[in-house]
């Protein structure tokens, strides 16, 4: 897939893990004490807070991760030519020498052409003369 | 049980009776279309173009400069960052006043929309790049083909003249006899 592509995915990718991220978060954190009005809420079983936070610690490495694979791939960029119009010159430029290198070509060719069909014709009359000398034996 | 047949097909080939006799006496195919048709209840452009820079200044705000060149690499990476940041900015407003995380939502958006638009943008300029490289391919082709037809006619012409001195040896001696 070309670079542009692969950008665009990667930014597709951020914004998925994103919000993969935040809704994990969500659904699974453990309620929390809000107001001294309300007593303590009933502490779950440690496991689950383990694996939580675990998950949360990944979770937050694959999204960094893609953020450094992102920056990674802009500096694969092959943006050399800087500017429009300067692409736009060299395409000028080339078309002309396309231009020029086709005609040679196309004389190249007739010229081939012309020497092929004296050589058949040559070849042809060498042909009717061996023909023609073998006749009278 | 009602079964529905399909609609006949368009009486158009009625006009195109003579076409084997006279090819001129049937209708002209239509010509193209230009600028917006209507297809299927939606309207169309044949003109794509990118959602020009008038996007940014109607729809979605713009975070990086405007200008002639812009420096793609750095805008891109910066807006990276930037995305980063609202990402934790986010993540910490959930924490201490979680009914204000549109602004914040919002501001993510923002920035998506802006990378891709500034990806987006960077398409015309690969499809000229893509078109140097196959205009320096094809004259690569040509000129290789230039060499190659120069070289067999200067063997043809060898050969020709190889052949001349054969004949000339055994001609004489043929003619002799």
Redesign the interface.
Do not use: G, T
């Given at each position: 897939m070309d670079i542009i592509s692969q950008l665009q995915e990667q930014v597709n990718t951020i914004a998925s893990l994103a919000f993969n991220t935040f809704g994990t978060l969500q659904r699974d954190s453990p309620p929390v004490r809000l107001s001294p009005n309300y007593p303590e809420p009933p502490a779950n079983p440690t496991e689950d807070a383990e694996n939580f936070a675990e998950q949360a610690k990944l979770m937050s490495a694959a999204l960094v991760k893609a953020a450094k694979q992102f920056d990674a791939l802009v500096a694969a960029l092959p943006l050399a030519e800087g500017g429009e119009e300067a692409q736009l010159k060299r395409i000028a430029e080339l078309q002309a020498e396309n231009d020029a290198v086709g005609q040679e070509l196309q004389r190249q060719l007739e010229a081939a052409e012309k020497e092929l069909m004296e050589v058949r014709e040559l070849f042809s009359q060498a042909a009717d003369n061996c023909l023609n000398l073998k006749k009278p034996d | 049980m009602a079964t529905a047949t399909y609609p006949p097909p368009p009486p158009y080939y009625k006009l195109y009776k003579d076409y084997l006799q006279d090819p001129k006496s049937a209708p002209e195919p239509p010509p193209p279309i230009e600028g917006t048709y209507v297809c299927y209840g939606g309207n169309y452009t044949t003109d794509d173009i990118l959602p020009a820079w008038s996007l940014e200044d109607q729809g979605v705000r713009q975070l990086y400069p405007k200008g002639?060149?812009i420096d793609?690499?750095k805008e891109?990476?910066s807006l990276?960052r930037e995305?980063?940041l609202h990402?934790l900015e986010?993540?910490d407003i959930?924490v201490e006043r979680p009914s204000q995380y549109a602004r914040r939502v919002e501001d993510?958006s923002l920035i998506?929309k802006n990378?891709?638009h500034l990806?987006n943008s960077?398409?015309?300029?690969?499809a000229?790049?893509t078109?140097?490289h196959i205009?320096?391919l094809?004259?690569q082709r040509?000129?290789q083909?230039?060499e190659d037809?120069?070289r067999?006619?200067e063997e043809?012409q060898r050969l020709?003249k190889e052949s001349i001195g054969t004949l000339e040896d055994t001609g004489a001696s043929?003619v002799l006899k």
């Open positions: - | 002639p060149n793609f690499k891109l990476r990276n995305l980063q990402i986010l993540a959930l993510i998506f990378l891709h990806l960077l398409r015309p300029h690969q000229r790049a078109l140097i205009l320096e094809q004259i040509r000129k083909a230039v037809i120069k067999r006619r043809a020709l043929f």
